[in-house]
């Protein structure tokens, strides 16, 4: 049996130069540009070799991209613009605030990242070795657009969460923000929450990639708007190797006033509108005591399963049934638990357990469960592989890896077929097969990315992974490598334009109804923006006006087009750009 490949992304720290100052934010210029060597005590700006200090009552400190070794901020770091980022070659340590809910924010540390204040933006990314949001820290997104993930936390070793992690309703398309993690080890006794969605906005998402979960929290994700109709997205997904949860797991934020563990006349299926869960780990133990269980269809997928210590009824409550699988020689323990009807599905909907080995307790099933689950032999039907990925964003001219992580999340041993392509051609295509892996492990494929000299700041290389089981489509992934270089031009890959003209990636892509693309203008130009599909038909034209340098943005409605693969055309004098856009249908 080989062992499990669930490494994260080992990074070769960077030698600290001994040289480095210790710099100190004054803010004594009065206009509070981080680049004005005035602002600091030292009388230059921060490099890549110093430690750096924003200390609590100083003014407000306006940056647009930072690169130190260590920083400890204690004051308020404001981004100027929607392009910017923070890199630490060491460690992060935040006291204050940082960010704004009107930009973007990324924090990409080769060390640790500590939060024990405010960090916020449109959509929100943090890196680092360890990432620990402390009980007095708040990790949030404001905006949103589309199903894209509003905040994601990488912590190649461990994640902890004691504070509140979360995502709000927001842009045009009123979408709950999802929220995703990928640690080694995660731990969460705080708040994680995806935003809810409003109107005919869905729930976000809460996605988790570990090698063991602890959750003694509470993990939710977002609920429909009202009329957004039977829950489609709001989904909690966990996909580990080992899950022992204590706290509370929704999918959704129920109403309370709704969560009736016993039928209700007056309220319809759909007047309680929840997300599913589903859990992806080799053992999962869940031990309630006073927390929940909540969701649309609650699924458990592993080769052991236990739970117990549900006190009061309906601690595992679904709309539509717990379905449990389990592999062959897999087992189902559920003799901790005493308490009448402690599992229900609300509408009468089936309960399933797909297991050779069942320890009922001691008052049988149908005491436990509402209704009585219908037994199968272990289920070994095959369920799909996840795919993930890390990335350490790389600037003009630089190479890196970039690691993805396939999990086998069928019931038996599999080898996974895989093709890999990119838009831009910083990734080789390439295609091959994992050895056989099997049920919940990880596999890490490291794959050499190179970004051509000259690229423009901002400019992202499209990912696109597609795995096999069997001959038999699985799953497809995307993933970003941006360039987060200096804000160079110069390259052309069918994406940007040497004098400044620019085309830049659509969001959300994939996109479901609305998507925006967004352009950027040297100088005052007329522009022609059109939509053409694969066979070059024109479909339409978003846009045939003037307009003034600088940064744009043109929504497209294709609500009334058929799902697939389409192209955005923009033209200037005599040059053209094009990007792909990729629509789909819930």
Same mark, same amino acid.
Request: charged letters at 15%.
């Given at each position: 049996m080989k062992p499990t490949k669930i490494l994260f992304l080992t990074l070769i720290m960077m030698t600290i130069n001994a040289y480095g100052d210790d710099l100190t934010w004054t803010g004594a210029a009065g206009d509070n540009l981080w680049d004005n060597?005035?602002?600091?005590d030292g009388g230059k700006v921060p490099g890549p070799q110093d430690n750096v200090t924003v200390p609590n009552g100083t003014p407000e400190c306006k940056y647009s991209n930072?690169?130190?070794?260590?920083?400890?901020?204690?004051?308020?770091?404001?981004?100027?613009?929607?392009?910017?980022?923070?890199?630490?070659?060491?460690?992060?340590?935040?006291?204050?605030?940082?960010? +704004? $809910?009107?930009?973007?924010?990324?924090?990409?540390?080769?060390?640790?990242?500590?939060?024990?204040?405010?960090i916020q933006g449109a959509n929100v990314t943090i890196s680092g070795m360890k990432v620990s949001n402390f009980a007095s820290g708040t990790i949030s997104s404001k905006y949103c657009t589309g199903h894209e993930f509003a905040l994601s936390i990488f912590g190649f070793y461990e994640i902890i969460n004691h504070g509140s992690i979360v995502s709000t309703p927001g842009g045009e398309f009123d979408y709950g923000g999802s929220i995703r993690f990928m640690g080694s080890y995660i731990s969460n006794s705080g708040n994680i929450a995806a935003g809810d969605g409003l109107d005919h906005g869905v729930g976000g998402n809460v996605s988790i990639i570990s090698d063991y979960l602890?959750?003694?929290?509470?993990?939710?994700?977002?609920?429909?708007?009202?009329?957004?109709?039977?829950?489609?997205?709001?989904?909690?997904?966990?996909e580990s190797k080992k899950v022992r949860n204590e706290g509370i797991i929704k999918g959704g934020k129920s109403d309370e006033s709704k969560r009736i563990p016993f039928s209700d006349s007056k309220l319809s299926k759909d007047q309680i509108i929840m997300g599913d869960i589903s859990i992806y780990a080799d053992s999962i133990i869940l031990q309630l005591d006073t927390n929940v269980v909540e969701g649309r269809i609650i699924s458990f997928y592993c080769h052991h399963l236990e739970i117990s210590d549900i006190i009061y009824v309906g601690g595992i409550w679904c709309t539509e049934g717990v379905h449990a699988y389990t592999t062959g020689n897999g087992s189902v323990d559920l003799s901790g638990i005493d308490q009448f009807m402690a599992i229900i599905s609300?509408?009468?909907?089936?309960?399933?357990?797909?297991?050779?080995?069942?320890? #009922?307790?001691?008052?049988?099933?149908?005491?436990?469960?509402?209704?009585?689950?219908?037994?199968?032999?272990?289920?070994? +039907?095959?369920?799909? *592989?996840?795919?993930?990925?890390f990335s350490m964003f790389g600037g003009s001219g630089t190479s890196d890896t970039l690691h993805i992580r396939m999990q086998n999340q069928s019931m038996l041993?599999?080898?996974?077929?895989?093709?890999?392509?990119?838009?831009?051609?910083?990734?080789?295509?390439?295609?091959?097969?994992?050895? #056989?892996?099997?049920?919940?492990?990880? #596999?890490?494929?490291?794959?050499?990315? $190179?970004?051509?000299?000259?690229?423009?700041?901002?400019?992202?290389? +499209?990912?696109?992974?597609?795995?096999?089981?069997?001959?038999?489509?699985?799953?497809?992934?995307?993933?970003?490598?941006?360039?987060?270089?200096?804000?160079?031009?110069?390259?052309? %890959?069918?994406?940007?334009?040497?004098?400044?003209?620019?085309?830049? %990636?659509?969001?959300?892509?994939?996109?479901?109804?609305?998507?925006?693309?967004?352009?950027?203008?040297?100088?005052? *130009?007329?522009?022609?923006?059109?939509?053409?599909?694969?066979?070059?038909?024109?479909?339409?034209?978003?846009?045939?006006?003037?307009?003034?340098?600088?940064?744009? #943005?043109?929504?497209?409605?294709?609500?009334?087009?058929?799902?697939?693969?389409?192209?955005?055309?923009?033209?200037?004098?005599?040059?053209?750009? +094009?990007?792909?856009?990729?629509?789909?249908?819930?």
């Open positions: 060597p005035a602002n600091w930072i690169i130190v070794d260590n920083l400890i901020n204690e004051g308020v770091l404001k981004p100027e613009n929607s392009f910017n980022y923070f890199e630490a070659n060491g460690s992060f340590s935040n006291y204050g605030t940082i960010g +704004t $809910s009107d930009y973007s924010l990324k924090i990409n540390t080769r060390g640790n990242c500590y939060n024990y204040g405010s602890w959750n003694r929290g509470s993990i939710a994700s977002g609920n429909n708007g009202i009329y957004a109709g039977k829950a489609e997205d709001g989904k909690v997904t966990i609300e509408y009468g909907s089936d309960n399933h357990i797909y297991s050779n080995n069942i320890t #009922e307790p001691q008052q049988g099933l149908d005491y436990i469960f509402s209704p009585t689950p219908i037994i199968h032999p272990a289920d070994e +039907t095959i369920t799909g *592989a996840y795919i993930g990925y041993p599999k080898i996974l077929d895989y093709e890999i392509s990119s838009d831009l051609g910083w990734v080789a295509a390439i295609s091959g097969s994992t050895p #056989e892996i099997l049920p919940f492990e990880f #596999e890490l494929l490291p794959l050499e990315y $190179s970004i051509p000299e000259g690229t423009t700041i901002s400019v992202t290389d +499209t990912v696109r992974m597609i795995v096999y089981i069997n001959d038999d489509f699985s799953d497809t992934s995307y993933c970003n490598i941006e360039c987060s270089g200096d804000n160079t031009v110069g390259v052309d %890959q069918g994406y940007f334009i040497s004098n400044g003209f620019g085309l830049r %990636q659509n969001y959300p892509n994939p996109f479901i109804e609305n998507t925006r693309i967004p352009f950027s203008l040297g100088q005052n *130009a007329h522009i022609t923006i059109s939509i053409i599909n694969l066979q070059g038909q024109l479909i339409k034209i978003l846009s045939d006006a003037n307009f003034q340098k600088g940064l744009h #943005e043109i929504e497209w409605d294709a609500s009334d087009l058929p799902a697939g693969i389409y192209i955005c055309k923009m033209n200037i004098s005599n040059s053209s750009i +094009t990007r792909k856009l990729i629509h789909k249908t819930l």
